[in-house]
């Protein structure tokens, strides 16, 4: 499948998901909140240009803001991650971006660790910066990092099962 | 001058991120302000559009417990209507939801307008509510909203066909409420952690609460009728700084699953603002 056909209709199905499903499950206790609509930055081809990476970051982020009422709030950590992407790639893949096809991040490309990590470190930099922002407005510091944990943890849970989901096939062969 | 440019050009990348970065704070810092035209643009129509698509299918899923609670409703309406009630004297009946002109001649105060609320959130900060009801059904900013169970809100923001809601569960949001038993009149905000549980606080000491306590909204707000249930009283804590209660507060609403709401509107809510923002200039 062509890669931009694929990167909309997974976008479309990721938001839908994220929205209208995952949030709307009552929530199991006051820390978790289940996110995991960064992912699709984290999916996006390793040769996309990094302009078109801030852009397509900042646009994910306000679409999710439009839904939750929060105007700009996601659209400030989902915009870090796509401006940190490329550094965090390129220290853990000694590979430049042009070497690339139209491959993206997946356990296979990157190798099962590396993938890992890169996941990992990119997702506690979207919730520490989004609940950051949370906190600066209101909130105590043992929220602050109640939050980050289990917020993150419910986060890495999810993505494991969504990276199942969508990269199915190339871990079969 | 060609400096200038090899500059921009060499950093182009950390500029924009920083340009995106700061529209998306100052929007994010400014939202009080913002909210109403963030939420009136076509925006608020479109996803309000989507949300009552999804929303058309979610709620069959919630069909049963809104029966119930709708029965519960209609029982407790049906307890009050005139032929069930005897008074002992027809002078002094009273009727909470009237306001008098003179002895004979009454009207409505409250005037109850349904509407279903079509998104909701309660994992956020500051969540908010959509409305499938607007400014063409004649929905306007600061009106309450309140639900079977209890009271839920105040609408912030209004496009044609769709309102946006403040809910309880806002950091910002500010209701006065009074203990049913009497006495004891305090203002209930959110901490932002449960959204099972309110604060009441500025409550003193001097009056006894006990846990189970109902909350109810007071007669001296100019939006939601008097009487309206906010909760029951689940913690008394008292602060060690003033002079103060801080009270936990079960809400009566469950604001994970609220389906259906009422927007009411004060029909002398304009008369009231009037003088009392007459009396605060002089």
């Given at each position: 499948m062509n890669v931009v056909i694929r990167n909309i209709i997974r976008i479309a199905f990721v938001l839908f998901f994220q929205v209208f499903i995952v949030t709307k499950?009552?929530?199991?206790?006051?820390?978790?909140v289940p996110y995991f609509y960064f992912i699709l930055i984290l999916w996006l081809?390793?040769?996309?240009?990094r302009i078109n990476l801030l852009f397509l970051g900042f646009t994910i982020g306000m679409v999710v803001d439009w839904f939750f009422k929060t105007p700009g709030l996601h659209a400030a950590a989902s915009l870090l991650i796509a401006y940190f992407r490329p550094y965090v790639v390129n220290l853990l893949l000694p590979k430049e971006a042009t070497e690339w096809g139209n491959e993206e991040p997946n356990s296979k490309t990157m190798g099962s660790v590396p993938y890992v990590i890169y996941i990992i470190i990119l997702t506690l930099l979207h919730h520490f910066y989004l609940i950051f922002l949370e906190w600066l407005q209101f909130g105590s510091f043992l929220f602050f990092i109640g939050k980050l944990l289990a917020t993150g943890m419910v986060s890495l849970l999810l993505i494991m099962i969504a990276d199942l989901f969508f990269n199915k096939k190339s871990r079969s062969r | 001058m060609r400096n200038v440019f090899l500059f921009i050009r060499r950093y182009a990348v950390f500029i924009l991120f920083l340009i995106l970065q700061g529209i998306s704070l100052s929007m994010l810092f400014s939202s009080n302000r913002f909210h109403n035209t963030f939420f009136g643009m076509v925006s608020g129509e479109v996803s309000g559009d989507i949300n009552r698509r999804v929303n058309n299918i979610e709620e069959y899923f919630t069909l049963s417990v809104e029966n119930k609670r709708l029965r519960e409703q209609n029982a407790f309406l049906l307890s009050r209507i005139p032929s069930g009630v005897m008074s002992p004297d027809s002078l002094t009946e009273m009727v909470t939801d009237t306001a008098y002109i003179d002895s004979v001649k009454q009207y409505l105060q409250f005037q109850y307008l349904s509407a279903k609320i079509i998104s909701n959130s309660v994992f956020l900060q500051q969540n908010y509510l959509t409305l499938h009801r607007g400014s063409k059904q004649g929905v306007e900013s600061n009106m309450a909203v309140v639900g079977t169970d209890g009271i839920i809100g105040t609408v912030v923001g209004v496009s044609d066909n769709m309102s946006l809601v403040m809910s309880l569960?806002?950091?910002q949001s500010k209701v006065i409420a009074l203990l049913k038993k009497g006495s004891g009149l305090g203002e209930i905000t959110w901490d932002g952690k449960n959204p099972q549980y309110l604060l009441l606080k500025?409550?003193?000491?001097t009056v006894v609460v006990k846990k189970g306590d109902e909350v109810v909204t007071s007669p001296y707000s100019d939006k939601f009728p008097p009487g309206s249930r906010i909760g029951w009283i689940e913690e008394v804590k008292q602060d060690q700084e003033t002079n103060t209660y801080i009270l936990k507060v079960k809400t009566a609403v469950d604001f994970s699953n609220v389906q259906h709401a009422f927007i009411v509107k004060n029909q002398l809510g304009e008369e009231m603002e009037a003088i009392q923002s007459k009396q605060i200039k002089e």
């Open positions: 499950i009552p929530p199991l206790h006051q820390f978790i081809p390793f040769r996309i240009t | 569960l806002h950091k500025k409550i003193p000491k």
